[in-house]
């Protein structure tokens, strides 16, 4: 993101990309993009969540009293200070789990993210670049199928059908279904651009189309990119939660949603164990909240006027 910035009296030359940067790109001469996303609350305290949650998962070792997968306890054991929210009918420290279970949800929302956010970039940007022409056609056809598609059924097709599951595939299979929404937004950005001084010069200059469209327009739609990145990794950490819960998520694996699925198999509900029902969904819910609030964050990087209210 920081590609984007322009540094407060820096030298202007002329046919500088700089010159032709979006209104809120051209804030960032005021303030850097990470003080602008730490001046607004919402944004402040969804990092300050997130951040929680990576230490949790980087130190999970340190901090669970077991491993997530051991379940060798004694079944139903009520909250004391050896189980902090007591044992699964299986015999599996809940916390445990709950703390190894932000390893899953953090890495499939990073690279699910990344996935989506790097083909919704290739295809947009390229179907914006090539406008009206057959490179558009093709990639516009592309997207529109994908838009159209209900993501949901064809995820449950890919994972029920494939011979291994486990993180990997979920990642992949998030990643080819949810990016076609943020490439129609990114085509539409890119078409205001397409035709600015800068990218003319750069024609002039003998670049290619990939140089321009990923080193001279790329660089004014860093708030957009951003944006999309988050939305996508929120999106791919309740999609990883959905399909565990279904049964289709690793089984090798502790997730939050493993978690919700084995508590609704075993009638966690029905035993009392409100524990191993609330704790997941409640650090899941937790967990969305903090990216939804940092995209409030990010909206100040491309819209200066909400900087007003922030």
Partial sequence: MTAGIVQTGSEE???????????GDAGYSQQRWWQLLWSNTKARVGIILLLAFVLVAV?????????????DFEALLPVSGDHLLGTTSQGADIFSQLVYGSRVSLAVGLFGGLVSTAIALVIGMWSGYKE????????????NVAIVVPVLPLMIVLIAYSEVRGIPLIVFVIGVTSWAGHARAKRSQIITLRNRDFVTAAKFAGEGSGRIIFREIMPSMTSLVAAGFVGASTGAIGAEAGLSFLGLGDPNSISWGTMLYQADSQGAVGQGLWAWVLAPGLVLALLITSLTFINFGVDLLSNPHLREDS
């Fill in 59 to 71: 130190f999970a070792p340190l901090i669970a009293p077991y491993e997530g997968t051991r379940s």
């Fill in 132 to 143: 009206g022409t057959v490179v558009d056609d093709v990639l516009s056809f592309i997207t």
């Fill in 13 to 23: 030359r002329p046919g500088d990309a700089t010159d032709e940067r979006s209104e």
